[in-house]
């Protein structure tokens, strides 16, 4: 069995993402989002190795222009987001680029105090990219190197440096300088650039996530990953990680946070954290919240985060973030009792033309659960006819079990556009006992290029993508969208509001080979039954020639099709009714 399953909401499972500060305005901004790098900012000049031609080294564009060769796999993030990039193998660019800059105006600090820059950097340094470097001058010619950026594999970086030793400078400028090291295919990003004056106390959240980020994934028989979905049966304890940060110029003392959690907009509780007694300017720290409950029920699991502290902040908009996480069960769209860790929208891809897993962790806290599935979104830029399969290990990477063979398709690729993934039953539904697991989307040979779509990030040893006939580890920041399923075909689907005039009945539901429709029509005339799957391909229309007016109980036929949700959709000459039912065999 084979089946497509379109993404969750992505809103539902997002967390608080970087915010800058609010109360001190950036002088000096640049987001990229008209297409341009703006009017002041110098730009190195670059030679096309093809035809000699003089060209721009930095330009601005999308995450799909950048990685328009598959050699500069920028994270998109958010979706449709513009940056500016030096990117040596994309148009218009086939460029040698050793040593190419871009230079901000020259600004007057005159008069500032507490500078500070604040950016967004992608920077992986990968086929052989050389190191990229934050500069200052204060006369146009003499430079300082800042901050020489390390290499962050599959996601952005945010970067806060401290500028205060230039306040009252009349004469200022800032570069990002980038090497290729003499090499082909690779690149370097920055987006947001805000310089602004730092307010004297200012904590901000950065960052909320289910799960202990202070754990390490490589302890066994706890459940301390961030999941964005997690199995009701497989639910542990709930723990709430915040990441702050002190964006002011003064210590911060006696730092806390309090979680107000709900299940479906139900209040829970309100949970607190430990207190930090000190943070210093500049530097992060993660507060861990033990809430010491476990939902009850499936839906959307929220955390409503606020930052307490001595004293009173001055920036107290960024005291405060939220998180979701979608507890599963049985008969979600895109549930099937799943767990996982991507954040549920498409951000990049890995792939190879070589034989690959691509897995991520899955921690069983509670024994009886069965692996009853898996499912992957494939990159787009796979090829059709490859064939890939669903794999199922214990922590060692042993194998467990398999799903069948499958061959991408072009519907595959097509629906991969929109996040859906492919979903896959394992051949014994193994039972799981409590500990570590790795689920994963294995590429069996062949000649083309297949990828799966990754999608936020997680610490080392939750995902792994392991290449070549050895199959050598190498764990991965960027997660892949594969997930584990504890649950089959769902017994129940959620229902959604539809256009009808009236309502249309099923029974049973689910269904297995056959059952009933019942509907009323105030005119008698033709009617037809269109059935519609997750998908919303038509896979069935059924005529039901002229029908009376009033109560109509009619048999409907459903043993040639799959087991998964489906709609029906009744056209009366009345107008439309409908009513989603699940087809279990």
Not at 296 to 308: C, E
């Amino acid at each position: 069995m084979r089946n497509i399953l379109s993404v969750l909401v992505a809103t539902a499972i997002a967390s608080t993402a970087w915010q800058q500060g609010h109360a001190q305005s950036c002088f000096l901004s640049a987001d990229f989002e008209d297409g341009t790098i703006p009017a002041g900012w110098a730009n190195s000049i670059v030679s096309i190795v093809s035809s000699g031609e003089p060209t721009s080294a930095w330009t601005v564009g999308t995450a799909a222009q950048a990685n328009a060769n598959t050699f500069f796999p920028v994270m998109d993030v958010p979706i449709g987001n513009r940056f500016v990039m030096a990117n040596d193998d994309a148009q218009p660019c086939d460029c040698t680029m050793d040593e190419v800059y871009l230079t901000t105006p020259d600004l007057d600090l005159t008069g500032r105090t507490n500078v500070a820059l604040e950016c967004r950097v992608f920077h992986e340094m990968t086929l052989g990219g050389g190191e990229a470097q934050i500069e200052a001058s204060t006369n146009g010619s003499d430079w300082t190197v800042l901050d020489t950026l390390g290499a962050v594999e599959g996601n952005w970086q945010n970067v806060f440096l401290d500028l205060s030793a230039y306040d009252g400078e009349a004469f200022f400028q800032l570069r990002f300088h980038w090497s290729d090291g003499g090499n082909w295919a690779s690149g370097f990003a920055v987006d947001d650039v805000c310089m602004r004056e730092r307010n004297i106390v200012d904590l901000s959240v950065l960052d909320v996530r289910f799960g202990n980020d202070s754990a390490s994934a490589f302890d066994l028989n706890d459940q301390g990953l961030r999941y964005t979905r997690l199995p009701l049966e497989q639910a542990g304890a709930t723990i709430v990680s915040v990441e702050v940060m002190n964006r002011g110029t003064t210590a911060v003392l006696n730092i806390g946070a309090d979680a107000a959690i709900d299940l479906d907009g139900t209040p829970q509780g309100i949970f607190s954290s430990t207190a930090l007694s000190e943070l210093a300017p500049g530097e992060h720290a993660t507060l861990i919240i033990t809430t010491g409950w476990t939902a009850t029920g499936v839906g959307t699991l929220s955390a409503h985060v606020t930052l307490t502290q001595n004293g009173t902040d001055d920036d107290p908009s960024d005291n405060v973030g939220s998180t979701g996480q979608q507890i599963t069960g049985p008969g979600w769209d895109d549930g099937y009792g799943a767990m996982a860790c991507d954040e549920g929208v498409v951000q990049g891809s890995k792939g190879s033309s070589l034989g690959f897993i691509a897995a991520n962790r899955m921690e069983i806290v509670n024994d009886g659960s069965s692996a009853r599935g898996a499912s992957a979104v494939i990159g787009v830029d796979s090829q059709v006819g490859e064939v890939i399969r669903m794999i199922l290990m214990d922590a060692n990477f042993a194998f467990i079990d398999t799903t069948a063979r499958d061959t991408i398709t072009q519907q595959d690729i097509d629906l991969a556009y929109g996040g859906a993934a492919i979903y896959l039953p394992f051949t014994t539904a193994p039972t799981l006992s409590i500990g570590d697991y790795f689920v994963g989307c294995q590429r069996l040979s062949g000649t083309g290029y297949v990828s799966v779509s990754t999608s936020g990030n997680c610490p080392e040893g939750v995902s792994a993508f392991m290449v070549g006939s050895a199959f050598d580890i190498t764990w991965s920041t960027a997660v892949p969208m594969v997930r584990l399923h504890v649950n089959d075909f769902g017994v129940r689907v959620a229902e959604a509001p539809v256009a009808s005039d009236t309502e249309l009945a099923a029974y049973p539901n689910p269904m297995d080979h056959s059952g009933r429709i019942v509907f009323n029509s105030t005119t008698g005339g033709p009617a037809y039954i269109h059935v519609y799957n997750a998908m919303g391909s038509a896979v069935r229309s059924i005529p039901l020639g002229t029908i009376p007016s009033g109560i109509t109980s009619l048999d409907l036929e459903t043993s040639g099709l799959p087991s998964g949700a489906y709609v029906l959709h009744l056209v009366l000459p009345t107008g439309t009714q409908a009513r989603r039912i699940v087809i279990a065999h």
